[in-house]
């Protein structure tokens, strides 16, 4: 639960997206006030969705009437919100959006049968020109609107995956360059090895909203890395929405990984009703500090990890149950391999590269950094170097630097030389030294015998 919401560029916490309804009978903006706070507390940008307030209004017919009012009721408590009109490319909803009772009672020749999966539904005919005019000038008509009308900023295109699909790609490009404000469309859905209305959407639009945000039909390993993948490459003035409802903390740790300054979070696991404002203060994580990005993320072979000053975030897109937030670090005095190597100003170019041994003690630059050694003089012998010490109580040691970040560490163990597992330091093997950390993990006298392996991954 935030105090007052996070913005565009503002790293302090978790940036959320708002996007609700409400039935009920509330005072005149269908919400309690209860959830009216919630909203002024933790959204910046919030769309009201479709049916909203219809009880309050008695009649079903208010989804324009009700979007106009909660606007300016949002704005009144926080100028700086966001609202966005809820706007469909796909289906008419002739049962609760006034404009479109009205066309289609007036017998425009604006829908057609549904082409595909829901036989006996009409879609809107984006092969008829009037329709797409029309269709604008509703939209622009609530951005537009004078301030004491309304307070709408931009429009939330929905469906824009069924209208592409039904081969209407082109037309609702250029509807959505005809729109005012800002235009966030719901796409970017990953089937298979295709995404539908994907990354060419965004040159139409000021950002997307990924309803299926690592959940169905995004769900096997090569699709959640596509998607994965996919955000990462967007420009980084466009809005990401990413809305999640399978796993909370995997959901969340692939957000920060996506993030850019206009990447906002949503959670929910039951729809767009209001218990999606009610559910906020159940996750206090939105209250952590989360800091300044200190890198992009980092992909490994098995997952993709980036550091936030206050915060490290792994998500695995093979086994997302594995994915984790680790909070309440404070990450600030990281040392980077540069910030590293700027203390070592006679080694340039190829030496001064991770990789690189310029002075042949067989540890590479990184390696140097990681256990705190000196990339200039050899190190052969140092204590900070792996070693196994014998006797009743064997243990192997070594000393890194707590503040490497940017690459990990990793050290492997097996029996033979054909299997490697990950060894997974214990808090009780460590013990701090300053910013060094000194390792001692015991071995078991009685094996026959055991092989250690280190790296560092990048
Ligand atoms: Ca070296
Ligand atoms: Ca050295």
Known sequence: MHGA????????KVRLYGHAYNIGSGIGSGWNNSQLDIIEQNFHLFTTEKRHARDYWGTSLCTEQASRVSSKVYHDRNSDIEVLFYWNSALPYEDVFESSAAALNAGEDFVEPHGRSWPGT???????PEFTDWWVGVANGMVDAAPEIAQISGVFVDAVVKTDVAGYGA???????????????????????TIQAGPEYLDHADGVYVEAFLSFPCDTTAERK????????????KYIICRGGEDFEDALAAYLIVANDYTFFRWDSSGYDHRMIDDIPNHPEYGYALGEPLSDAVEYADRYERVFENCTAVWYPGNPA????TWGQDNSAGQSFSEFMAGYPSLTGKDAQPQADPEGDGLA???EQWLALDPTISD????????????????????????VIGSILQLWTGDNLGRWDPVTLQPEWITPDGELRDVAIPVDPTEARRFWRFGVER
């Open 365 to 367: 630059n990184i390696v």
């Open 322 to 325: 594995a994915s984790s937030i």
């Open 5 to 12: 919401p996070i913005v565009p560029a503002d790293w302090s």
């Open 380 to 403: 052969a012998g140092s204590d900070h170097l792996p070693r196994l010490h014998l006797g009743a109580s064997p243990v192997l040691t070594y000393t890194y630097d707590s503040r």
């Open 122 to 128: 009409l879609q809107w005919k984006w092969s008829n």
């Open 226 to 237: 596509l998607l994965i993948d996919t955000l990462l490459d967007v420009a980084t003035d």
């Open 171 to 193: 037309q609702v490009k250029a509807a959505m360059d005809a729109l005012n404000g800002i235009v966030i469309f719901n796409g970017f859905r990953v089937l298979d090895t």
